[in-house]
T-cell receptor, first 113, second 113 residues
């Protein structure tokens, strides 16, 4: 049982490049989330999903897209990376059973130059 | 809308001393409350949660927290801190029918010998 995994762990992009971050969970959770973490700002929700095939915007969705084609996977895409997207990205999953307690992945550190 | 305030950005405590980290939330209905810990370079790990029932909850690593509805607080406590407790601590809130967690901005804990 690996829990929540994220790929890759580190990435450096040039401005304008695109990339996809992959999140996978093996706990059969309905809900999945993408956050970004910046110093002094805590965690901010980018997008989330309440089930396979559904996604919704969070607090800071601009510049990002997501897809949830399979229940266990949640992809975060950057179509044209900007330096402002330099951050640490966390994926999480949850279920209703314990008040939407979220389980987090180890994070992806992204630098955009 | 629900919100969480962690008024202390940074706290320094001597090893062996007691600890209290403050968390205040704003929400009209019964909240579900969480404390997470993040060690440097790591993802977030759940310390404890209040879902229902006893307002004093015990967590991992010797931590506890008390839900006080009258004060809208969910403060985290530990009677004697260890050097390994140095980390960032996040309080979070959700509620029935709301699958999103709202996080505070975090409190960084430094332990001195």
């Amino acid at each position: 049982n690996a829990g929540v995994t994220q790929t890759p762990k580190f990435r450096v992009l040039k401005t304008g490049q695109s990339m996809t971050l992959l999140c996978a969970q093996d706990m059969n959770h309905e809900y999945m989330y993408w956050y970004r973490q910046d110093p002094g700002m805590g965690l901010r929700l980018i997008h989330y999903s309440v089930g396979e095939g559904t996604t919704a915007k969070g607090e800071v969705p601009d510049g990002y897209n997501v897809s949830r084609l399979k229940k266990q996977n949640f992809l975060l895409g950057l179509e044209s990376a900007a330096p402002s997207q330099t951050s640490v990205y966390f994926c999480a999953s949850s279920y209703w059973g314990q008040g939407y307690e979220q389980y987090f992945g180890p994070g992806t550190r992204l630098t955009v130059t | 809308a629900q919100s969480v305030t962690q008024p202390d950005i940074h706290i320094t405590v001597s090893e062996g001393a007691s600890l209290e980290l403050r968390c205040n939330y704003s929400y009209g209905a019964t909240p579900y409350l969480f404390w997470y810990v993040q060690s440097p370079g790591q993802g977030l790990q759940l310390l404890l949660k209040y879902f229902s029932g006893d307002t004093l909850v015990q967590g991992i690593k010797g931590f506890e927290a008390e839900f006080k509805r009258s004060q809208s607080s969910f403060n985290l406590r530990k009677p004697s801190v260890h050097w390994s407790d140095a980390a960032e601590y996040f309080c979070a809130v959700s509620s029935f029918g709301n699958e999103k967690l709202t996080f505070g901005t975090g409190t960084r804990l430094t332990i001195i010998p």
